[in-house]
C-alpha cells in the first residue's frame, strides 16, 4: 500500500527487460530429457513390479489355475503360429546359407548351421516376437482396459495386491511357455532346413541330423532356453507395466498397447545381443 | 425409518462423525480440483455429494478410501488421520469401506460369483463352503442369485450394479461409497439402484456416501445433501431445506437453470482460455 501511494496514479509499471530468446535446441533439449526421465522411472517402476511379483511366487500354488490359465492362452494360443513360423525360419536359414555353401561344395554343413543359429538366436527370438505381438500386447490391452475401467483402484479398495493377482500369474506363465516354445520352433526350424536341404540341396536326412548333432552342445541350447526365459519375463513385464501405466481411455489403452509391442521389440534385441555376447562373447579373444 | 433401520443405526453408532476431510487441497497438474473441502459424514446416515462436472465430486471420494493423497489437509476415519498410510497401513481401514464404482468394475473374466468371492477368496481363510455360503447370501440380498454363473457382459447394467454392490458388501463394511451408481441408467433402473441403496442402510446399519449429479436420486436416498463447487462445500443441508435453499448456486444447480453464477462462472473461464489462446 505504501508503494502504491508513493507512485502517482499515471505512472506506468517500468518496462520488463526483455527476456532473451530461448535457444532454438533449448526446447528439443529439454523433450529429449523428458523422455529419457520417463524412460528411467518406466524402467525403474517395471523392475520394482518385478521384483514384488516373483515375491509373490511363493503363492503359485494358491494361484494355480489362474497361472495354468495363462500358460493355456500364450501356449496354445501361440502354438500354430510358432511352429509355422520355426519351420519357415529353418527352411529359409537352410536354403540362404545352402545356396552360398553349394558352391563350394559345403553344403553338407547346413544342418549345422541351422541347428546352432535355431538354438542359439532365431528359436528365441522369432518365439519371442510372436509372444510380444500376440500375448505382450493382449496383456497391455486387457491390463489397461481393467486400469481405465476402474477394476485395478476396485482391487486396490479391496486390498487385493495386484502384482499376486494379476502379474504374478502373467510372469510365472511366460517364464515356463517361452523356453517350450522355443524349443517347438527349434525342432520345427531344423525339420523344414533338412526338408529344403533335402530337396533343394541335395543333404541327406542322415547327414544332416548328424552335423547338427555334432555341433549341439550343452551351452548352446542352456544360452537359447535362457534368453528364452529372459525374453518371456520382458514380454510379461513390459506388457503388465504399461498397461498398469494406462490413462486416458480408449485412447489410453490402444497407446499402451502399441508402445508395449515397440518396447518389448528393443529390449529383445538388446538383451538378446548382452547374453550372446556374455555366453559367447569370450570365444572371439579380439582386441 | 422402520424398527430394523433403527436398531441398524443405533449398533452402527449413527450420529458419530465416521468420515472427515479437514482442508483438502488436490490438485492435477495445473487443474486444481479441491481447494480447501471441509466435509464430515456422521455415520448411520446417507450422504449425498452433489455438485456439477469436474467440481471434485469423485476425487473426494478417493481420498476417502486413500486411493488418492492430498497435497494438503487432512483425513479421518472414524477419528483416525490415515493421511499418510502406505497400502499396507491401510488394509484395516479399507477393511471397513465397500467402494461401488461408476461402471461396477467388476472383473471380466470371472462370473458374478466368482466377482463376489474374490475378496473372500484373495484375503481370508474360509473354505470353500463358507465362501459360497456368504456369497450366495449377498447375491440373495441382491436379488440377483439367479445369475451368479453369468459373465459380466451378460448380465444388464442395473445387474451389474447390483453384483458390484453384493462384492462391496461382502465383509459386512462399516462405509459403503457410491461413486455416480445411477448414472446411464433409465428412470426405472435408476429408482431400483436407489431402493437398494435405502434397504441396503435399512439392513445392515451401513453409512452410505453417495457421489451424484442426479437430484431427484439424491432427495430419495439422502439424509444429508452437501453441495460441493470449484473443490469446496459450500452447502449442507437435509434434502427439504436443501431443495427450497435460497443460496444462488444450489438453486441453479438444483433447479437446472441456465442463467446464474454457475454458468456465468463457466463463461468467465471460456473467456479467459479463448484470451489466453489469442496472447
Given at each position: 500500500m505504501t508503494l502504491a501511494r508513493q507512485q502517482p496514479a499515471t505512472d506506468r509499471p517500468a518496462p520488463l527487460r526483455p527476456r532473451p530468446a530461448p535457444h532454438p535446441l533449448a526446447e528439443p533439449v529439454r523433450q529429449l530429457g523428458r523422455a529419457l526421465?520417463?524412460?528411467?522411472?518406466?524402467?525403474?517402476?517395471?523392475?520394482?513390479?518385478?521384483?514384488?511379483?516373483?515375491?509373490?511366487?511363493?503363492?503359485?500354488?494358491?494361484?494355480?489355475?489362474?497361472?495354468?490359465?495363462?500358460?493355456?492362452?500364450?501356449?496354445?494360443?501361440?502354438?500354430?503360429?510358432?511352429?509355422?513360423?520355426?519351420?519357415?525360419?529353418?527352411?529359409?536359414?537352410?536354403?540362404?546359407?545352402?545356396?552360398?555353401?553349394?558352391?563350394?561344395?559345403?553344403?553338407?554343413?547346413?544342418?549345422?548351421?541351422?541347428?546352432?543359429?535355431?538354438?542359439?538366436?532365431?528359436?528365441?527370438?522369432?518365439?519371442?516376437?510372436?509372444?510380444?505381438?500376440?500375448?505382450?500386447?493382449?496383456?497391455?490391452?486387457?491390463?489397461?482396459?481393467?486400469?481405465?475401467?476402474?477394476?485395478?483402484?476396485?482391487?486396490?479398495?479391496?486390498?487385493?495386491?495386484?502384482?499376486?493377482?494379476?502379474?504374478?500369474?502373467?510372469?510365472?506363465?511366460?517364464?515356463?511357455?517361452?523356453?517350450?516354445?522355443?524349443?517347438?520352433?527349434?525342432?520345427?526350424?531344423?525339420?523344414?532346413?533338412?526338408?529344403?536341404?533335402?530337396?533343394?540341396?541335395?543333404?541327406?536326412?542322415?547327414?544332416?541330423?548328424?552335423?547338427?548333432?555334432?555341433?549341439?552342445?550343452?551351452?548352446?541350447?542352456?544360452?537359447?532356453?535362457?534368453?528364452?526365459?529372459?525374453?518371456?519375463?520382458?514380454?510379461?513385464?513390459?506388457?503388465?507395466?504399461?498397461?498398469?501405466?494406462?490413462?486416458?481411455?480408449?485412447?489410453?489403452?490402444?497407446?499402451?498397447?502399441?508402445?508395449?509391442v515397440i518396447v518389448c521389440f528393443l529390449y529383445i534385441m538388446v538383451f538378446g545381443y548382452v547374453i550372446t555376447a556374455l555366453f559367447y562373447g569370450g570365444q572371439l579373444g579380439g582386441g | 425409518m422402520g424398527e430394523r433401520a433403527a436398531g441398524a443405526a443405533a449398533r452402527s453408532g449413527a450420529g458419530r462423525p465416521g468420515i472427515e476431510l479437514r482442508g483438502l487441497y488436490k490438485s492435477f497438474g495445473d487443474h486444481q480440483v479441491l481447494r480447501g473441502l471441509d466435509l464430515v459424514v456422521e455415520r448411520g446416515q446417507t450422504t449425498v455429494i452433489v455438485g456439477g462436472s469436474g467440481t471434485g465430486k469423485s476425487v473426494t471420494l478417493k481420498h476417502m478410501v486413500g486411493l488418492l493423497k492430498p497435497d494438503r489437509g487432512r483425513v479421518f476415519v472414524d477419528g483416525e488421520d490415515i493421511t499418510e498410510y502406505d497400502s499396507d497401513r491401510l488394509v484395516p481401514v479399507r477393511r471397513k469401506f465397500g467402494y461401488l464404482f461408476q461402471s461396477g468394475a467388476l472383473i471380466g473374466w470371472l462370473d458374478v460369483f466368482d466377482n463376489v468371492a474374490l475378496p473372500l477368496r484373495e484375503l481370508s481363510d474360509l473354505s470353500e463352503a463358507e465362501i459360497r455360503e456368504r456369497v450366495m447370501e449377498k447375491l440373495r440380498l441382491l436379488q440377483v442369485h439367479r445369475a451368479a454363473r453369468r459373465m459380466p457382459p451378460e448380465i444388464s447394467g442395473g445387474m451389474r450394479k447390483r453384483v458390484a454392490l453384493a462384492r462391496a458388501l461382502i465383509w459386512d463394511p462399516e462405509f459403503v461409497l457410491f461413486d455416480e451408481p445411477t448414472t446411464g441408467l433409465d428412470p426405472i433402473l435408476t429408482a431400483t439402484v436407489d431402493q437398494?441403496?435405502?434397504?441396503?442402510?435399512?439392513?445392515?446399519?451401513?453409512?452410505?456416501?453417495?457421489?451424484?449429479?442426479?437430484?431427484?436420486?439424491?432427495?430419495?436416498?439422502?439424509?444429508?445433501?452437501?453441495?460441493?463447487?470449484?473443490?469446496?462445500?459450500?452447502?449442507?443441508?437435509?434434502?427439504?431445506?436443501?431443495?427450497?435453499?435460497?443460496?444462488?448456486?444450489?438453486?441453479?444447480?438444483?433447479?437446472?437453470?441456465?442463467?446464474?453464477?454457475?454458468?456465468?462462472?463457466?463463461?468467465?473461464?471460456?473467456?479467459?482460455?479463448?484470451a489466453e489462446e489469442e496472447t
Open positions: 526421465l520417463q524412460i528411467v522411472r518406466n524402467a525403474g517402476s517395471d523392475l520394482l513390479m518385478l521384483w514384488r511379483s516373483l515375491l509373490w511366487s511363493r503363492a503359485l500354488w494358491f494361484k494355480r489355475h489362474e497361472v495354468l490359465r495363462q500358460c493355456w492362452v500364450a501356449g496354445i494360443g501361440s502354438l500354430g503360429v510358432v511352429a509355422f513360423v520355426g519351420c519357415f525360419t529353418g527352411m529359409i536359414l537352410s536354403l540362404a546359407a545352402g545356396i552360398e555353401l553349394a558352391k563350394f561344395g559345403q553344403q553338407d554343413v547346413v544342418g549345422s548351421l541351422v541347428a546352432i543359429s535355431m538354438a542359439r538366436e532365431m528359436g528365441p527370438f522369432m518365439t519371442a516376437l510372436i509372444l510380444t505381438a500376440n500375448v505382450g500386447s493382449s496383456m497391455a490391452a486387457e491390463i489397461g482396459t481393467m486400469k481405465v475401467s476402474e477394476e485395478i483402484e476396485a482391487l486396490e479398495v479391496m486390498s487385493i495386491d495386484i502384482h499376486r493377482f494379476l502379474v504374478m500369474p502373467r510372469l510365472l506363465a511366460m517364464m515356463a511357455v517361452t523356453p517350450l516354445l522355443t524349443v517347438v520352433a527349434n525342432l520345427l526350424g531344423n525339420l523344414g532346413g533338412a526338408v529344403v536341404g533335402y530337396y533343394q540341396l541335395g543333404v541327406t536326412f542322415s547327414r544332416y541330423y548328424h552335423n547338427a548333432i555334432d555341433i549341439l552342445d550343452l551351452k548352446a541350447i542352456y544360452t537359447g532356453l535362457f534368453k528364452a526365459l529372459v525374453f518371456g519375463v520382458i514380454i510379461a513385464v513390459v506388457g503388465c507395466g504399461k498397461g498398469l501405466r494406462t490413462s486416458g481411455g480408449a485412447l489410453g489403452v490402444g497407446e499402451a498397447t502399441r508402445t508395449s | 437398494m441403496i435405502i434397504e441396503t442402510r435399512e439392513r445392515t446399519g451401513v453409512t452410505s456416501v453417495v457421489v451424484s449429479h442426479d437430484m431427484q436420486s439424491a432427495r430419495r436416498i439422502a439424509d444429508k445433501i452437501i453441495m460441493l463447487y470449484q473443490g469446496r462445500a459450500i452447502f449442507e443441508a437435509p434434502p427439504a431445506e436443501f431443495m427450497a435453499s435460497e443460496h444462488p448456486i444450489v438453486r441453479q444447480f438444483v433447479r437446472g437453470e441456465l442463467e446464474g453464477p454457475i454458468t456465468a462462472e463457466l463463461r468467465a473461464a471460456e473467456r479467459g482460455l479463448e
